[in-house]
C-alpha cells in the first residue's frame, strides 16, 4: 500500500465484507499518518451471521447506519470519500439507502455515496432521493456488458464508472493454464464469473488460446498481457477508475506503468476482435 501510494496510486477501494472487516482493518494501519494522501472508498449493505458465512444483502437504514461506523473504525477515519451500497436489495425501495446517505452527507460521514452492480433502471430510481455519482462494476475484456447500457447511462447523468475486474479475475494475468485448479474456498471454482463461464471447460481452453494471442501482441508492444488487460479498460473514456488488486509490490509497479499504454479506439477494437473470435 506504501509502495502504491509512492507511485501515485491515489484511490484504495474495500468493502466491510473483504475478509468480514479485516480487509477495512489492514487498509486503515497501512494509511496512518497518510489518509490526506488518498481517496478512499468503501461499500456497505451486506450482512452476515459470522465471518466466513454467506453474505445477504440488506440495505436498510439501521444495517448501513451501524456498517458505515464500523466501518469508519475499522478504517481508522472519521470520513470517507466516497460510500457504494454494493448490491442493490430486492426486499426495500431504494428510498431508504439514498435517504441514509443524505442523512450520511450531513453528518459529515461521507463526502460522496454511490452503487455497485447496478442497472440502468436501479441507479434511474436511486437518481431520484439522492445524487449518487458513480457505479461500480465489473468490466474486462471477457465481459464488457456495462458498455450496453450501463455506461451509456452513466455518461448522460455525469456518473463515474468504477471498473472491477479488469484482468478478468486472474484470466488475464497470462499465470493460469490448463491446469489450473481452484480451491475450495475460491469463489471461481464455480468456473464462472458473475455469469459468465469462463473458467468452465471448453470455454475456458479457447480463453487460454486467445490469452496466449494477446501475450504475443503485449509483448510486441513491451508489455505484459496484464498491462494489456488494465490498458483497455483505462482507456474507455467512460471509465473513471480501474480496480486491480495485488499481492506484491512488484505487481503494482506493473500496474502503474500499463497506465502508460495509451490505447486508440481502433486498438481497443482490434485487441477486442482478438476475444470475440470463435
Same mark, same amino acid.
Given at each position: 500500500?506504501?509502495?502504491?501510494?509512492?507511485?501515485?496510486?491515489?484511490?484504495?477501494?474495500?468493502?466491510?465484507?473483504?475478509?468480514?472487516?479485516?480487509?477495512?482493518?489492514?487498509?486503515?494501519r497501512?494509511?496512518?499518518?497518510?489518509? &490526506?494522501?488518498?481517496? %478512499?472508498?468503501?461499500?456497505?449493505?451486506? *450482512?452476515w $451471521?459470522? +465471518?466466513? !458465512?454467506?453474505?445477504?444483502?440488506?440495505?436498510?437504514r439501521?444495517?448501513?447506519?451501524?456498517g458505515?461506523?464500523e466501518?469508519l473504525?475499522?478504517?481508522?477515519? &472519521?470520513?470517507?470519500? %466516497?460510500?457504494l451500497?454494493?448490491?442493490? *436489495?430486492? $426486499?426495500? +425501495?431504494? !428510498?431508504?439507502?439514498m435517504d441514509?446517505?443524505?442523512c450520511f452527507?450531513?453528518?459529515?460521514?461521507i463526502?460522496?455515496?454511490?452503487?455497485s452492480?447496478?442497472?440502468?433502471?436501479?441507479?434511474?430510481?436511486?437518481?431520484?432521493?439522492?445524487p449518487?455519482?458513480?457505479?461500480?462494476?465489473?468490466?474486462?475484456?471477457f465481459d464488457?456488458?456495462?458498455?450496453?447500457?450501463v455506461?451509456?447511462f452513466c455518461?448522460?447523468?455525469d456518473?463515474?464508472v468504477?471498473?472491477?475486474?479488469?484482468m478478468?479475475?486472474?484470466?488475464?494475468?497470462?499465470?493460469?493454464?490448463?491446469?489450473?485448479k481452484?480451491?475450495?474456498?475460491?469463489?471461481?471454482?464455480?468456473?464462472?464469473?458473475?455469469?459468465?463461464?469462463i473458467?468452465?471447460?471448453?470455454?475456458?481452453?479457447r480463453?487460454?488460446?486467445?490469452?496466449?494471442?494477446?501475450?504475443?501482441?503485449?509483448?510486441?508492444k513491451?508489455?505484459?498481457?496484464?498491462q494489456?488487460?488494465?490498458?483497455?479498460?483505462?482507456?474507455?473514456p467512460?471509465?473513471?477508475?480501474?480496480?486491480?488488486g495485488?499481492?506484491?509490490?512488484?505487481?503494482?509497479e506493473q500496474?502503474?506503468?500499463?497506465?502508460?499504454?495509451v490505447?486508440?479506439?481502433?486498438?481497443?477494437?482490434?485487441i477486442?476482435?482478438?476475444v470475440?473470435?470463435?
Amino acid at each position: 500500500i506504501h509502495k502504491a501510494i509512492d507511485l501515485g496510486v491515489t484511490l484504495f477501494d474495500t468493502a466491510a465484507v473483504y475478509g468480514w472487516g479485516e480487509g477495512e482493518k489492514l487498509l486503515g494501519r497501512a494509511l496512518e499518518g497518510k489518509r &490526506d494522501k488518498v481517496v %478512499l472508498v468503501s461499500k456497505g449493505g451486506l *450482512d452476515w $451471521d459470522q +465471518p466466513g !458465512s454467506p453474505s445477504k444483502r440488506n440495505s436498510s437504514r439501521e444495517h448501513l447506519t451501524s456498517g458505515i461506523e464500523e466501518s469508519l473504525r475499522n478504517l481508522q477515519t &472519521d470520513y470517507l470519500d %466516497l460510500y457504494l451500497i454494493h448490491w442493490p *436489495d430486492p $426486499d426495500r +425501495p431504494f !428510498s431508504e439507502p439514498m435517504d441514509t446517505f443524505s442523512c450520511f452527507k450531513t453528518a459529515g460521514k461521507i463526502i460522496q455515496g454511490g452503487v455497485s452492480n447496478f442497472d440502468v433502471g436501479q441507479m434511474a430510481e436511486c437518481l431520484k432521493h439522492f445524487p449518487i455519482v458513480t457505479n461500480q462494476v465489473g468490466y474486462h475484456l471477457f465481459d464488457d456488458r456495462p458498455e450496453e447500457e450501463v455506461m451509456d447511462f452513466c455518461l448522460e447523468n455525469d456518473m463515474g464508472v468504477m471498473a472491477y475486474g479488469p484482468m478478468a479475475h486472474g484470466l488475464l494475468t497470462g499465470t493460469m493454464s490448463a491446469e489450473t485448479k481452484f480451491e475450495n474456498d475460491d469463489w471461481r471454482r464455480s468456473l464462472q464469473a458473475f455469469g459468465q463461464p469462463i473458467f468452465e471447460g471448453e470455454h475456458f481452453l479457447r480463453n487460454l488460446e486467445r490469452v496466449d494471442r494477446l501475450r504475443d501482441y503485449a509483448s510486441e508492444k513491451g508489455y505484459t498481457v496484464a498491462q494489456l488487460a488494465l490498458a483497455w479498460v483505462i482507456a474507455n473514456p467512460v471509465v473513471s477508475v480501474a480496480l486491480a488488486g495485488t499481492r506484491r509490490a512488484s505487481e503494482i509497479e506493473q500496474n502503474v506503468e500499463a497506465a502508460n499504454w495509451v490505447m486508440s479506439e481502433d486498438e481497443r477494437e482490434l485487441i477486442r476482435s482478438v476475444v470475440s473470435e470463435n
